[in-house]
Nanobody
Framework: QVQLVESGGGLVQAGGSLRLSCAAS????????MGWYRQAPGKQRELVAR???????NYAFSVKGRFTISRDNAKNAVYLQMNSLKPEDTAVYHC?????????WGQGTQVTVSS
């Protein structure tokens, strides 16, 4: 089992920044990749950014150049630095951890960007 706890969401004006954090505990050595997904009301959950144990990253096209994902393996944590936020970034952001056979999810943190 892997437990994930997110923090750092909130309300920010368009153009502002937020940094999300996700702390992982449990059977960490089985985690291959970690990432952030988001779900806006009435929409499907979508990948925002993902980082592998080796540091390879991929981003949704809509956030490239604005968001940066990073990982601290010593602290079992993953972060999402979000800059130049837009109202369309408003969503519940969920931390995700992948093993070879399972995916784990955090409870989510709300990000609201006002225009």
């Amino acid at each position: 089992q892997v437990q994930l706890v997110e923090s750092g969401g909130g309300l920010v004006q368009a153009g502002g920044s937020l940094r999300l954090s996700c702390a992982a505990s449990g059977i960490i050595f089985r985690v291959n990749a970690m990432g952030w997904y988001r779900q806006a009301p009435g929409k499907q959950r979508e990948l925002v950014a993902r980082i592998t144990t080796g540091g390879n990253t991929n981003y949704a096209f809509s956030v490239k150049g604005r968001f940066t994902i990073s990982r601290d393996n010593a602290k079992n944590a993953v972060y999402l630095q979000m800059n130049s936020l837009k109202p369309e970034d408003t969503a519940v952001y969920h931390c995700n951890a992948e093993t070879s056979s399972l995916a784990y999810w955090g409870q989510g943190t709300q990000v609201t960007v006002s225009s």
